[in-house]
């Protein structure tokens, strides 16, 4: 069975190397319920957990999942003294702590970019992360630590990716490198930042002539031609000469 689990454990592991960019030391972020699931069925967190994951690990927790076990107080004080003595990453919770599920399911933000594992035994944490791409979950099951198969969300994401309807964080993460090398990331700020200005039209060149004075007395082509037809029309109307008056 433990060979079996193993190489279960090696198969997720892979999934989420290869897809979501995971990379030794795993980090792995445990809460108060985890810690206290070990402690009854006495397993060493330290000793046991990279032997099953097979790599090099980093055990931490958050400010606000060691505050909650203060608050609970004497029944979870083992669980309290287990996770003193993991890190404490910093979350955004220092002055106002909320609860642990909460917590931790902040730390993931919206594509995990730190590569957060998740090891709870909360069954609202455990849904939570389940509906979440990209973040492998840890849990106890009597006195063994057991990593959980892929969600099915990361199942469809991975397979949307491969079929090229969207784009990994890792590839988003490069472009967005290539694009600082190449100095594009401050134009596209300039250009989104500054407004386009309207630009202020030349007047037509033809507009600004000045007119031309016309000079009295030269008669202009029309009236020289109006002025021989109305000649014309007066000689043809003049009187012939029998119908004039004789002169005495």
Same mark, same amino acid.
């Given at each position: 069975? *433990?060979? !079996?689990?193993?190489?279960?454990? *090696?198969?997720?592991?892979?999934?989420?190397?290869?897809?979501?960019?995971?990379?030794?030391?795993?980090?792995?972020?445990?809460?108060?319920?985890?810690?206290?699931?070990?402690?009854?069925?006495?397993?060493?967190?330290?000793?046991?957990?990279?032997?099953?994951?097979?790599?090099?690990?980093?055990?931490?927790?958050?400010?606000?999942?060691?505050?909650?076990? /203060?608050?609970?107080? !004497? /029944?979870?004080? =083992?669980?309290?003294?287990?996770?003193?003595?993991?890190?404490?990453? +910093?979350?955004?919770?220092?002055?106002?702590?909320?609860?642990?599920?909460?917590?931790?399911?902040?730390?993931? /933000?919206?594509? %995990?970019?730190?590569?957060?594992?998740?090891?709870?035994? @909360?069954?609202?944490?455990?849904?939570?992360?389940? *509906?979440?791409?990209?973040?492998?979950?840890?849990?106890?099951?009597? %006195?063994?630590?057991?990593? @959980?198969?892929?969600? $099915?969300?990361?199942?469809?994401?991975?397979?949307?990716?491969?079929? =090229?309807?969207?784009?990994?964080?890792?590839?988003?993460?490069?472009? +967005?490198?290539?694009?600082?090398?190449?100095?594009?990331?401050?134009?596209?700020?300039?250009?989104?930042?500054?407004?386009?200005?309207?630009?202020?039209?030349?007047?037509?060149?033809?507009?600004?002539?000045?007119?031309?004075?016309? !000079?009295?007395?030269? $008669?202009?082509?029309?009236?020289? @031609?109006?002025?021989?037809?109305?000649?014309? %029309?007066?000689?043809? *109307?003049?009187? $012939?000469?029998? @119908?004039?008056?004789?002169? /005495?």
């Amino acid at each position: 069975m *433990k060979i !079996k689990r193993q190489k279960q454990a *090696k198969k997720t592991i892979s999934f989420y190397k290869y897809n979501f960019g995971f990379r030794e030391p795993f980090q792995i972020l445990l809460d108060g319920t985890f810690c206290q699931a070990a402690l009854k069925n006495k397993i060493q967190i330290k000793e046991q957990m990279p032997k099953y994951l097979m790599g090099e690990l980093q055990l931490c927790t958050t400010n606000c999942v060691l505050k909650e076990l /203060e608050s609970l107080g !004497k /029944e979870l004080y =083992g669980a309290k003294i287990i996770l003193q003595r993991f890190q404490t990453r +910093h979350c955004a919770h220092f002055k106002d702590p909320v609860p642990a599920s909460q917590c931790l399911i902040s730390m993931l /933000e919206e594509t %995990n970019p730190h590569h957060y594992f998740i090891a709870t035994q @909360d069954k609202e944490l455990t849904e939570a992360v389940k *509906k979440a791409v990209g973040v492998p979950l840890l849990y106890i099951i009597l %006195n063994t630590i057991v990593l @959980d198969k892929p969600s $099915p969300c990361s199942v469809a994401h991975v397979q949307a990716v491969q079929a =090229g309807q969207l784009v990994t964080p890792e590839q988003q993460q490069s472009i +967005h490198s290539m694009k600082e090398e190449k100095g594009l990331l401050g134009c596209e700020a300039e250009r989104r930042g500054k407004k386009r200005k309207q630009k202020s039209g030349n007047p037509n060149p033809l507009s600004c002539l000045k007119k031309k004075k016309k !000079k009295p007395g030269v $008669p202009t082509p029309k009236r020289a @031609d109006e002025e021989k037809k109305r000649s014309r %029309n007066r000689r043809r *109307k003049a009187v $012939p000469p029998q @119908d004039r008056p004789d002169r /005495e």
